[in-house]
T-cell receptor
Framework: AQSVTQLDSQVPVFEEAPVELRCNYS??????LFWYVQYPNQGLQLLLK??????LVKGINGFEAEFNKSQTSFHLRKPSVHISDTAEYFC???????????FGTGTKLQVIP | DSGVTQTPKHLITATGQRVTLRCSPR?????VYWYQQSLDQGLQFLIQ???????AKGNILERFSAQQFPDLHSELNLSSLELGDSALYFC???????????????FGEGSRLTVL
């Protein structure tokens, strides 16, 4: 079975400060990992994905994430956040052979001016 | 615009009623997924269809059912509605259902269901 844990339900951060949103996953097989962002009153959209290869993945809007197999983590980072980054961020996992994509409970990022 | 279309965007109904939510996937996508998003449960996977056939099932209640039609659009039927069914229902699509499917999903904007 696969699962995703996002320990932080809310993360407040000042504008232009760095941020890290944490994600840990559980799976017994190889994984595909994703971060999605949901802006208010919108659907989810893909921020970045790890399929294979380089463990550092760059996404849209200046976000990046690092796949760490030994720690089963896929933390999302941005060196300097903007007000427009205020949204909810979801980590997701799909394990090889499984059809369904499992989402974490989400982390609300609140950027403070 | 993800290319995934969901209707209706908003729906208000009473307990005990039945509703149907509709989803048109992106052009060329064969897989359709349904998710329920509520404040207390987060984003819950309900069911997945690939080219008309059910492929995976999640936490879908027996009162709920879904199908995918030959033109690949999908419908989620919710019956005997309860107050707790109030939620945002998302449809997502992806390219394939097997090895070609890496899991990247394209989401619609959701159907907000309010049960009074």
């Amino acid at each position: 079975a696969q699962s995703v844990t996002q320990l932080d339900s809310q993360v407040p951060v000042f504008e232009e400060a760095p941020v890290e949103l944490r994600c840990n996953y559980s799976s017994s097989v190889s994984v595909y990992l994703f971060w999605y962002v949901q802006y208010p009153n919108q659907g989810l959209q893909l921020l970045l994905k790890y399929l294979s290869g380089s463990t550092l993945v760059k996404g849209i809007n200046g976000f990046e994430a690092e796949f760490n197999k030994s720690q089963t983590s896929f933390h999302l980072r941005k060196p300097s956040v903007h007000i427009s980054d205020t949204a909810e961020y979801f980590c997701a996992v799909r394990s090889g052979g499984y059809q369904k994509v499992t989402f974490g409970t989400g982390t609300k990022l609140q950027v403070i001016p | 615009d993800s290319g995934v279309t969901q209707t209706p965007k908003h729906l208000i109904t009473a307990t005990g009623q039945r509703v149907t939510l509709r989803c048109s996937p992106r052009s060329g996508d064969l897989s359709v997924y349904w998710y329920q998003q509520s404040l207390d449960q987060g984003l819950q996977f309900l069911i997945q269809y690939y080219n008309g056939e059910e492929r995976a099932k999640g936490n879908i209640l027996e009162r709920f059912s879904a199908q995918q039609f030959p033109d690949l659009h999908s419908e989620l039927n919710l019956s005997s509605l309860e107050l707790g069914d109030s939620a945002l229902y998302f449809c997502a699509s992806s390219v394939g259902g097997g090895g070609a499917n890496t899991g990247e999903l394209f989401f619609g904007e959701g159907s907000r269901l309010t049960v009074l």
